[in-house]
């Protein structure tokens, strides 16, 4: 159904008087929807909470099976540095039967192994293995465990190597350095792109929903007959909900900074100017999906399907993109979400990186105008 009684020539300009009353009438809706205010305002903190503090891509307090056949002075200072990292808790085993079956009820995830002549290994100056098993059901999870015990490893070799006055036979000397996120939280990775999941939501399901709730409701007939010329019809709908989803972006943006203590690096006038265009091009979804929905329950499943899932997924938020198929890559340059999420992240914790700014601004500033061109190609003011 289309969004449109014939247009009479010189109808395409704008009245600012009509337009003017567009947008308080739509604004006098949102502001009488409580739906509309829990969509803008409400989802984003509980989506926020939700990711913020309930989800996280690091491994803490990784319960692990510790296997010392004989006990010793060197055997108990390792055991000492898995008891005192943030990233274990230990429980040491006698046997590694006991070990294995305790990896099977999935009571561990993860087994150390030192064998019995693993002291006198040591101090005899051969090599002295330690047998490390891992759960591979989660493959992340089991090489960030993996990635872990080589630094509580690598850091009893130094302090072995200090006591035996001994040099320490490592090939490679690994000094880490970490760029934009040197606390290394995920937290601080996944809340700037949750805020593009967020910003889609407010945008494109929005908008959809509430112009198939005026079908719905007769009320956009009743508009139609009006002498309001098509582009007031779609620029008084856009303009509210610009400022309505401009809202939710701020709330996200001070949640994220104050709340969770995600660094805010890149300037916050380039942040909204690239926040403003990703709000457009999701509101111009949001309408496009409109004019193809005349009921708010296949609005809203076309929203998800379209805008949400694709934000979701493909674009880098929480799945790394260069790890997807090439067919699938491909896809994503399709998601506006993709464009906005290397900004946010970019902003969050590079700062200002122009190149990255300007190339992903000016795809989605293509996207915005491409969208808007093909609703009011398709909008009309009749009814079908």
Same mark, same amino acid.
């Given at each position: 159904? !289309?969004?449109?009684?014939?247009?009479?020539?010189?109808? +395409?300009?704008?009245?600012?008087?009509?337009?003017?009353?567009?947008?308080?009438?739509?604004?006098?809706?949102?502001?009488?929807?409580? !739906?509309? $205010? +829990?969509?803008?305002?409400?989802?984003?903190?509980?989506?926020?909470?939700?990711?913020?503090?309930?989800?996280?891509?690091?491994?803490?307090?990784?319960?692990?099976? $510790?296997?010392?056949?004989?006990?010793?002075?060197?055997?108990?200072?390792?055991?000492?540095?898995?008891?005192?990292?943030?990233?274990?808790?230990?429980?040491?085993?006698?046997?590694?039967? #006991? =070990?294995?079956?305790?990896?099977?009820?999935?009571?561990?995830?993860?087994?150390?192994?030192?064998?019995?002549?693993?002291?006198?290994?040591?101090?005899?100056? =051969?090599?002295?293995?330690?047998?490390?098993?891992?759960?591979?059901?989660?493959?992340?999870?089991?090489?960030?465990?993996?990635?872990?015990?080589?630094?509580?490893?690598?850091?009893?070799?130094?302090?072995? !190597? #200090?006591?035996?006055?001994?040099?320490?036979?490592?090939?490679?000397?690994?000094?880490?350095?970490?760029?934009?996120?040197?606390?290394?939280?995920?937290?601080?990775?996944?809340?700037?792109?949750?805020?593009?999941?967020?910003?889609?939501?407010?945008?494109?399901?929005?908008? !959809?929903?509430?112009?198939?709730?005026?079908?719905?409701?007769?009320?956009?007939?009743?508009?139609?007959?009006?002498?309001?010329?098509?582009? #007031?019809?779609?620029?008084?709908?856009?303009?509210?909900?610009?400022?309505?989803?401009?809202?939710?972006?701020?709330?996200?943006?001070?949640?994220?900074?104050?709340?969770?203590?995600?660094?805010?690096? +890149?300037?916050?006038?380039?942040?909204?100017?690239?926040?403003?265009?990703?709000?457009?091009?999701?509101?111009?979804?949001?309408?496009?999906?409109?004019?193809?929905?005349?009921?708010?329950? &296949?609005?809203?499943?076309? =929203?998800?399907? &379209?805008?949400?899932?694709?934000?979701?997924?493909?674009?880098?938020?929480?799945?790394?993109?260069?790890?997807?198929?090439?067919?699938?890559?491909?896809?994503?340059?399709?998601?506006?979400?993709?464009?906005?999420?290397?900004?946010?992240?970019?902003?969050?914790?590079?700062?200002?990186?122009?190149?990255?700014?300007?190339?992903?601004?000016?795809?989605?500033?293509?996207?915005?105008?491409?969208?808007?061109?093909? $609703?009011?190609?398709?909008?009309?003011?009749?009814?079908?």
């Amino acid at each position: 159904m !289309s969004l449109a009684s014939i247009e009479k020539p010189g109808d +395409g300009r704008i009245n600012f008087m009509r337009l003017g009353g567009l947008i308080r009438k739509e604004s006098l809706q949102i502001i009488r929807d409580p !739906s509309s $205010i +829990g969509i803008a305002f409400v989802l984003p903190v509980l989506l926020l909470l939700i990711f913020g503090y309930g989800v996280s891509l690091d491994a803490r307090n990784v319960n692990i099976a $510790i296997v010392v056949e004989k006990p010793g002075v060197e055997a108990s200072q390792l055991v000492s540095g898995f008891r005192h990292s943030e990233y274990f808790a230990p429980r040491v085993m006698s046997s590694i039967q #006991e =070990a294995e079956r305790a990896m099977m009820e999935r009571r561990v995830d993860g087994i150390v192994w030192l064998r019995g002549d693993f002291s006198r290994q040591l101090l005899s100056g =051969a090599t002295a293995p330690v047998g490390v098993i891992v759960n591979g059901v989660d493959a992340n999870k089991a090489r960030l465990i993996e990635g872990y015990v080589g630094g509580v490893w690598l850091t009893w070799l130094k302090r072995m !190597s #200090e006591e035996l006055s001994r040099p320490l036979d490592i090939p490679v000397q690994v000094e880490q350095r970490i760029w934009f996120n040197p606390a290394v939280r995920s937290r601080d990775y996944l809340v700037p792109g949750l805020i593009a999941v967020i910003m889609t939501l407010i945008g494109a399901m929005l908008t !959809s929903m509430v112009v198939a709730r005026e079908w719905e409701r007769g009320t956009m007939e009743a508009l139609l007959v009006t002498p309001v010329s098509i582009r #007031e019809i779609l620029i008084g709908k856009i303009v509210p909900y610009f400022i309505l989803g401009m809202g939710g972006m701020a709330l996200s943006v001070v949640m994220a900074v104050f709340l969770f203590q995600v660094p805010l690096h +890149g300037s916050l006038v380039a942040l909204t100017g690239a926040s403003a265009l990703f709000m457009l091009t999701a509101i111009a979804m949001g309408l496009l999906i409109s004019t193809v929905a005349d009921s708010q329950f &296949v609005a809203g499943q076309i =929203a998800i399907v &379209v805008t949400f899932l694709p934000a979701f997924i493909l674009s880098g938020f929480i799945f790394d993109i260069g790890s997807m198929p090439a067919v699938i890559q491909g896809i994503t340059f399709l998601v506006p979400a993709r464009y906005f999420v290397a900004i946010l992240q970019t902003s969050f914790l590079a700062g200002d990186i122009w190149p990255i700014f300007i190339l992903n601004s000016s795809a989605l500033m293509i996207m915005a105008v491409f969208f808007l061109l093909i $609703i009011r190609k398709k909008s009309h003011k009749r009814l079908q």
